[in-house]
């Protein structure tokens, strides 16, 4: 829980890199405007703690907490210190304002400070650091001040543009009807003060900033939906006698936060952490030349969802991701979709994982998780079936279901949705299995 000497040394904080908010903050806290929650549990649900401003509840992560100490705890101050100076603001233009539009320009007013604050500490730190030698370090800081400075002036929300030449993604897929994006975490003013809003574990602004000042920022993906990020995850290289593994250092999904956002009309998309780790695969097999092994460290509460998507135990906390299970091929399929140029070895080992699966409908499903699984394996045969999907996989659905057919009581379905799709490969299969059976 949040006590009332962590509020304190994260106002000191504060106080270090901008004395006025800082002695600003501590007046508030001697006055009772800051304070901590009396009685405060774990009841809200999520992974937050939380304090006081104004009355109001002020979550701070508790993964973060635990984490990067009081960072969170800056984060929220500042968030609230700047929803404060715009309300009063607004009280002094006087008027009527219209309540919604104020609301946001508060909101966003918060979100505002808490990431410039958080981008002068990164200035600061870069400046007091060590001198670097003549030459690309040299360069690489000028670049990262100047790319800071130009952030600061950004009024734009996060807009993520397709381009046919040059895409800013590396893949695209769909969530709840929705394209989706894998890409390298867009660095921008709507980026940061979207992560700043929401306060997921493991990926606050600092550690956001922290990447690009350690130069691994390429290694920080995010999932953008709709020009909202979604989800995030941070890889790591690990390398270990003559084999190597792409390691999930982080990944964390907005699905679950328990307060949204003012200006957001829904909740957030389902399969999001899928879609992340579907993404994570695309780059081990098509990014990289040497096959890569997809680890990771699981908490106890996640191992199920893991377990689901096709990674197995490796020890007492470690997974290793084995053959893609239906809920990830479903978002695998979706990505090659979209993806034009995949490497051949991609595209045909995704559709091993298909014959292997369609081989696999012969079992009848003996529990709900058997038969969810079939449901999600049902409908990636029907994504291979469309006209549109690469000739690989659709041979790898329909040479399963002509083989394997009399023991998959739902190929009969399949062939004939294939069929009514007007597939020519459909119909060549159909006439080459009658006529090997007429012989």
């Known amino acids: 829980m949040i006590k009332r000497e962590h509020i304190k040394q994260a106002i000191d904080a504060i106080s270090m890199r901008n004395k006025e908010i800082g002695y600003s903050l501590d007046e508030m806290l001697g006055m009772g405007i800051i304070n901590i929650a009396s009685g405060q549990t774990e009841s809200t649900g999520d992974e937050s703690f939380h304090f006081l401003f104004e009355g109001q509840r002020v979550l701070v992560n508790r993964v973060l907490f635990f984490q990067e100490g009081t960072a969170p705890i800056e984060q929220g101050l500042l968030i609230k210190y700047g929803e404060l100076v715009k309300r ?8 009527s304002p219209e309540y919604p539009v104020a609301l946001k320009e508060i909101h966003e007013a918060g979100l505002r400070m808490a990431v410039l604050h958080e981008m002068d500490f990164a200035v600061q730190r870069i400046e007091k650091g060590p001198r670097p030698d003549k030459g690309s370090a040299t360069g690489r800081h000028e670049f990262l001040i100047e790319l800071f400075e130009r952030i600061k002036r950004e009024d734009e929300p996060l807009f993520v543009q397709e381009t046919a030449l040059d895409p800013p993604f590396l893949y695209k897929g769909v969530l709840s009807e929705s394209a989706a994006f894998f890409m390298c975490f867009p660095f921008c003013m709507g980026s940061l003060m979207q992560v700043a809003d929401l306060n997921l574990e493991f990926f606050s602004v600092r550690f956001v900033l922290n990447c690009l000042l350690r130069g691994v920022e390429r290694n920080l993906q995010a ?16 390398k270990q006698f003559l084999s190597r593994s792409l390691e999930i250092k982080y990944i964390a999904t907005q699905r679950g936060k328990a307060e949204v956002a003012p200006d957001s009309s829904s909740g957030p998309p389902k399969g999001v952490g899928t879609f992340l780790v579907a993404g994570v695969w695309m780059l081990a097999r098509n990014e990289m030349q040497n096959r890569a092994d997809i680890v990771l460290d699981a908490e106890v509460g996640a191992r199920g969802f893991y377990e689901t998507i096709g990674f197995e135990s490796k020890g007492f906390s470690g997974f290793v991701l084995g053959r893609p299970r239906p809920y990830l091929l479903q978002a695998l399929l979706g990505m090659a979709r979209h993806t034009p140029d995949l490497q051949q070895s991609t595209v045909e080992e995704i559709a091993r994982i298909i014959k292997r699966h369609v081989k696999g409908l012969r079992k009848k499903p003996s529990t709900e998780r058997d038969l969810s699984e079939r449901k999600a394996m049902i409908e990636c045969v029907r994504e291979c079936l469309m006209p549109d999907s690469k000739h690989e996989f659709m041979d790898a659905a329909i040479q399963g279901l002509l083989r394997y057919g009399r023991k998959i009581m739902e ?27 007429q012989g």
């Open 88 to 95: 009063q603001e607004i009280q002094e233009r006087g008027g």
């Open 223 to 238: 999932c953008v939906v709709q020009d909202r990020i979604v989800g995030m995850v941070f890889l790591s290289l690990k």
């Open 411 to 437: 190929s009969e379905d399949l062939l004939r949705y294939a069929s009514e799709l007007k597939t020519n490969r459909v119909k060549d299969h159909v006439h080459t299995a009658g006529a090997s059976h």
